[in-house]
Nanobody
Framework: QVLLVESGGGLVQAGGSLRLSCAASGGTFSSYAMAWFRQAPGKERVFVAA????????NYVDAVKGRFTISRDNAKNTVYLQMNSLKPEDTAVYYC???????????????WGQGTQVTVSS
């Protein structure tokens, strides 16, 4: 059983930056692909970014390419999401997830955090 705890969310003005963190415990972190998903108010949860076990491969949704960067530190059992040039449409609850492959498919992830709120004001 893997426990995931997100942090780093908050309120930021458009154009600003935030860095989300997701700390993992209870499993072998380096054996999991990690991902970030987000859920905006009244909408379904959608894929944002994913990273392979070693960090050598990443995958992003088009809407965040060039603005967001996913990374991981296996020594700290933590995955990050650096978010720059934030837009109001990035407002959502952000969830981290652990799974086998770094794919944009929610069902491929076995473990989920509780989410952290990101609000971008215009």
């Amino acid at each position: 059983q893997v426990l995931l705890v997100e942090s780093g969310g908050g309120l930021v003005q458009a154009g600003g930056s935030l860095r989300l963190s997701c700390a993992a415990s209870g499993g072998t972190f380096s054996s999991y692909a990690m991902a970030w998903f987000r859920q905006a108010p009244g909408k379904e949860r959608v894929f944002v970014a994913a990273i392979s076990w070693s960090g050598g491969n990443t995958n992003y949704v088009d809407a965040v390419k060039g603005r967001f960067t996913i990374s991981r530190d296996n020594a700290k059992n933590t995955v990050y999401l650096q978010m720059n040039s934030l837009k109001p449409e990035d407002t959502a609850v952000y969830y981290c997830a652990a799974g086998t492959l770094w794919v944009p498919v929610e069902d491929e992830y076995d473990y989920w955090g509780q989410g952290t709120q990101v609000t971008v004001s215009s």
